[in-house]
Every structure is written in structure tokens, then in C-alpha cells.
């Protein structure tokens, strides 16, 4: 039996995140367990008007790459691809891994390789939806492996997946126009503001965050559901960044789990790297192109319906009284001009935890977030 929540999910990204229309190219790409929602997608596009073009995707492909290609072949980008990018309205992505950890044991330095075959891609990507030519949305089909990272059962992921949505809800579009308008609010008060200083406390035997962000030159970007689904953040792209930051969760990245990552910023860029865990595969992302230490992103965590950890950054980098940065590409309409093969987002918690105080964002000086909460009534 299929879920009726599939349907749902797939009018909301169709109609309201996507906003699909008539004649529309719509690029559909999933793993094989996403069918029953591509499917779903598919006849929601028809009805829309669209033409719907369902493109697999396949873990095992990138191990054969990574096992049995030369180095030109792991970075090679394929001219087939970068047809797809120039050519589609909508791109839709269903992340559904059937082994999240597939590309785990591989060689840090040939992994980096197969992220340069994305750059031209994703360069392409980015600079048409800057220009607002293509337009794109994300999200998670739940499987096995993804409710077994987040320590849950299937039906408790599938829960989890489709409440962060508000999929539970009569109107789930008219939902998130309400995300929308409380976080524009904030998006109103941080444009325009100039440095903007996150901080952290000590703890677990580090010497906590203190990282400043110019955004002088940033636009903010209000998320409600268009792009990523769920959603919930408002990012900029930073300018100069200066500080260290140490992130609270793991930082998970091509089934990679680093624990206990701590970077150093001077002028923009990352001058040290270290991790309790995953160190080396740090440094090898880190060093992949020159855009990779430069910080692409910097963003707020708004959606307080997401509470818990779930090593998925999707939802991760939205949870409520936490920021994120990423390093490594930005997005040209939020004000960044850095490239990269990368781009990785790591998630820093600024809530109060048993032991350890939360923590505070300021802008010119104005403490606007304090223990994970925004200050102001009705944000």
C-alpha cells in the first residue's frame, strides 16, 4: 500500500515549493527506494502541465568509479549532465540511500576527485537560480539506513520526515506561508546589518566559538519550504570571517561522520583544521579546489519542530537554536561569488545543555538570539 502521505508531499513540492507550470521541464532524480514518491511526483507534474523526466540515481555507480576509474575518470563531468542542468526548469532531488555509508571506506583523495566532477554542475546549478532559470527543491525519502542513523525505527523516521514537512497537517502550503512570514521578519532585521558575531561556550574540553561574519555586502535569504523541504533557516553568503568555531554535532558529508571539528578563519578563509574524528578526510575536502576553505554560507536554524539530531543535514542545519556555516560553494543570490566542489554544512548547537550555558548571535553589536531563541516576540 502506498502512503497517502506521498500524494501530499508530492502536491506541496509540486505546487508550492516548485511551482510548477504549464510546459515546464521538470528533471526528477532519485535512488530506486524513492520510486513510489517519483511516481507521485510525476503525476503531480502532469496535472500541472509540466513534463516530467525521471533521472536514476545510483550509489553503486560512484563505488565502481571510485574502485575501478583512473583519476580522469573519477573527475570527469559528464557532458550528458551538464546538457540536464542547461536544459531543465525544475530540478527536484529525493535523497533516499539505501547505505548511507557506501562511500565510507574509499580513498579520502579519490573521493575529493569525484566532488571536482560536480563543480561544473553545480556552478551551472547555482548561477541559473541566482538568475531565476531554474528553479529546484530537495528532500528525503525515508529508508532503512537513514532511521538507522538517527536511531529510529521506519515508521518513527517516516514520522519524523513527513511532521518536520508539517505533511500532518490539513494545509501543509498554507503552513509554511505562515514559516515564511515570521521569517521574514528576521530576515528584514538582519539585512543590512553589518558583522555579526556567533558565540558559544566552552565545553568537552574546547575553547567554545567566537566567529565574525561581514555581511555588509550579504543578502539574506528567508527559507520556507522552496528550495529545501522542510525547510526552515535564513543564510546569507558571508564576506570576510574571522574567529574559530567549534561545531557541536558531527559533521556528516559523503557518508562521513567528523566528530569534533574545529576551524580557524582569518580574512575568510580556514587556516586550521582539526577533528577528533575524521581529521584526515577533513583536510582532503578542505583542500580538494581553492574555494573550498572559504566559507560559502552562513545561516540561523528556525524550524523548532525538528528538536533532535538525526546525522541527516537536511534536517540537521534547520533545527531550531542552532547556526550553521558552510564551507566551500555559495550562493550567488545571497550575495557570495565562491566556487568550489564543495560545499559542507556543519552545525553548531547555541541551546543550553545540562552542564554547558547556550549561546548568542549578535548583529553590530545587538545580542538578537540568546540560548537558542530569538529575543524578539514573533520570530
Not at 25 to 40: C, D, Y
Not at 309 to 327: C, R
Request: a negative charge; charged letters at 25%.
Amino acid at each position: 500500500m502506498i502512503d497517502p502521505r506521498l500524494d501530499k508531499l508530492a502536491d506541496v513540492l509540486v505546487n508550492y515549493s516548485a511551482r510548477v507550470k504549464s510546459g515546464d521541464v521538470v528533471g526528477i532524480m532519485a535512488e530506486a527506494p524513492a520510486r513510489p514518491l517519483v511516481e507521485a511526483l510525476a503525476r503531480a507534474v502532469i496535472k500541472a502541465g509540466g513534463h516530467p523526466f525521471p533521472l536514476p540515481r545510483n550509489a553503486t555507480f560512484a563505488e565502481a568509479l571510485l574502485e575501478h576509474g583512473t583519476d580522469e575518470q573519477i573527475a570527469f563531468t559528464h557532458p550528458l549532465l551538464m546538457h540536464y542542468v542547461n536544459s531543465v526548469d525544475v530540478h527536484l532531488t529525493m535523497w533516499a540511500d539505501e547505505n548511507t555509508k557506501a562511500l565510507s571506506r574509499f580513498d579520502s583523495r579519490k573521493v575529493s576527485l569525484l566532488q571536482q566532477a560536480r563543480k561544473p554542475f553545480m556552478s551551472t546549478f547555482m548561477k541559473r537560480a541566482a538568475e531565476g532559470k531554474l528553479r529546484w527543491c530537495g528532500t528525503q525519502f525515508p529508508t532503512q539506513a537513514s532511521a538507522q542513523d538517527a536511531e529510529m525505527s521506519l515508521a518513527q523516521y517516516e514520522d519524523f520526515v513527513f511532521r518536520a514537512g508539517l505533511l500532518h497537517t490539513d494545509n501543509p502550503a498554507l503552513e509554511w506561508r505562515k514559516v515564511h512570514d515570521r521569517q521574514e521578519r528576521v530576515r528584514e532585521y538582519l539585512q543590512g546589518r553589518k558583522v555579526f558575531r556567533f558565540r558559544a561556550p566552552a565545553c568537552d574540553g574546547h575553547d567554545g566559538t567566537d566567529l565574525k561574519v561581514d555581511c555588509s555586502n550579504s543578502t539574506w535569504i528567508n527559507c520556507s519550504g522552496h528550495e529545501n523541504f522542510p525547510d526552515g533557516e535564513v543564510f546569507a553568503g558571508p564576506g570576510a570571517v574571522d574567529g574559530f568555531v567549534n561545531y557541536t554535532f558531527p559533521a556528516v558529508y559523503q557518508g562521513r561522520e567528523v566528530e569534533g571539528v574545529r576551524l580557524v578563519f582569518r580574512a575568510g578563509r580556514v587556516v586550521e583544521a582539526s577533528a577528533r574524528k575524521g581529521e584526515d578526510f577533513l583536510i582532503k575536502m578542505l583542500d580538494q579546489d581553492a574555494g573550498a576553505r572559504t566559507l560559502g554560507e552562513i545561516a540561523i536554524g528556525t524550524n523548532y519542530g525538528i528538536t533532535q539530531f538525526s546525522k541527516n543535514t537536511l534536517f540537521d542545519e534547520k533545527i531550531g537554536g542552532t547556526f550553521h556555516a558552510a564551507v566551500g560553494a555559495g550562493y550567488p543570490e545571497s550575495g557570495s561569488t565562491n566556487e568550489s566542489g564543495l560545499h559542507w554544512d556543519m552545525v553548531c548547537d547555541l541551546r543550553p545543555r545540562p552542564g554547558v550555558a547556550g549561546g548568542t548571535i549578535e548583529a553590530d553589536g545587538e545580542v538578537f538570539h540568546r540560548d537558542g531563541k530569538f529575543l524578539v516576540a514573533g520570530w
